[in-house]
């Protein structure tokens, strides 16, 4: 059995245009591109779970621009170490733009999901192959969370687009539409559960649901679904919580339950900390700035854990200092 028929993260991905949230004038645009299948160079941005590889992979394939996306379609993960240099662009992506599309399709799309942890070097190679190759058959589809890894020279070589992360209604909808189409028996509360402590990781909130009903009836453990990485938001969030009211003698319990969690736990995902925490509407801008300075420097930092405890405690004394300027100023 092909993988895509036994993943439900695979088996139910949206695989046509009227599948994928879009604001309304997105929605138009998108609908010219694939109707005309003509496109210029696309950038995607936002959050994860927001549905911009998806929209990638659709206007990749035979329900978008393209007819034979296996010939003429390069697929890269930008965040992989073997392609974010310059080298991957010199022997893999020139080659395969270097001859023209086969078939009847218009032309050659690289698509690069997460290209926002592509090396400078790797940027600046780029720059000249799209300037190259777009004048012919070539075009290019990136996708990104933070537009502000991506050099000024690229952006302005692409129709850039922001995409925000889907409403939790939405995903409460498709997940319950999934477990319908599998015949699996489930409780609203149970779905609901799982969605709250997962969202917006689309992927993992599918997976555990089908690892969770393997009986045809859906089981949820609460206690294993409550991960470390949920709890380490909650706390970020209750430390700010405290020092926007002054309580500062409870900041210094919350951070240890921090420093145990990262100690303890081998496989957290930083990067999906990182994510989170700098799209939270309950951070404030003078935190989102230090943990975006963080999230670049995380690739290359010696030991992951004391690098996200030194931006938490980064954190701490910024908003602390910020909060004394601005009580100062205010006082008469």
């Known amino acids: 059995m092909e993988i895509q028929n036994t993943l439900w993260v695979e088996k139910f991905r949206p695989s046509t245009f009227d599948d994928v949230v879009l604001p309304e004038n997105y929605k138009k645009e998108f609908q010219h591109y694939i109707t005309k299948r003509e496109i210029g160079n696309l950038l995607f941005y936002g959050p994860p779970g927001s549905g911009k590889t998806t929209l990638a992979r659709i206007i990749c394939s035979k329900n978008g621009v393209m007819n034979h996306p296996n010939d003429n379609l390069l697929a890269v993960n930008g965040s992989a170490k073997e392609t974010r ?141 409550t991960t470390a990485e949920k709890t380490i938001l909650s706390c970020v969030v209750e430390i700010i919580s405290c020092i926007a009211k002054g309580e500062n003698a409870k900041i210094g319990k919350v951070v240890e339950t921090i420093i145990n969690l990262v100690s303890q736990q081998n496989d957290l995902e930083y990067r999906s900390l990182y994510n989170s925490l700098f799209f939270m509407d309950k951070v404030p801008v003078q935190a989102k700035v230090i943990i975006n300075r963080y999230s670049v420097d995380h690739q290359n930092c010696l030991i992951p854990s004391m690098h996200f405890m030194a931006m938490i405690f980064n954190i701490i004394q910024t908003l602390q200092e910020y909060k004394r300027l601005v009580t100062n100023v205010s006082k008469p």
């Not at 662009?89 to 086969?102: C, H, N």
């Not at 942890?117 to 058959?137: A, N, P, V």
């Not at 050099?151 to 922001?162: D, T, W």
């Open 85 to 225: 240099n310059i080298n991957f662009v010199a022997t893999v992506v020139e080659p395969f733009l270097k001859s023209p599309p086969g078939g009847n399709d218009k032309y050659k799309i690289v698509f690069i999901d997460e290209c926002d942890y592509l090396t400078d070097e790797g940027f600046h190679s780029l720059r000249g192959i799209i300037e190259k190759y777009q004048q012919h058959h070539g075009r290019f589809i990136f996708t990104c969370n933070y537009l502000s890894k991506v050099p000024e020279a690229i952006q302005s070589r692409f129709s850039v687009y922001m995409f925000k992360q889907i409403p939790q209604e939405f995903v409460l909808n498709y997940c319950k539409k999934i477990l319908d189409s599998e015949q699996v028996t489930y409780q609203d509360k149970d779905v609901s559960f799982v969605i709250s402590n997962l969202y917006p990781d689309i992927r993992r909130i599918v997976d555990l649901l089908q690892r969770s009903s393997i009986s045809k009836t859906l089981i949820v453990n609460q206690e294993s679904i």
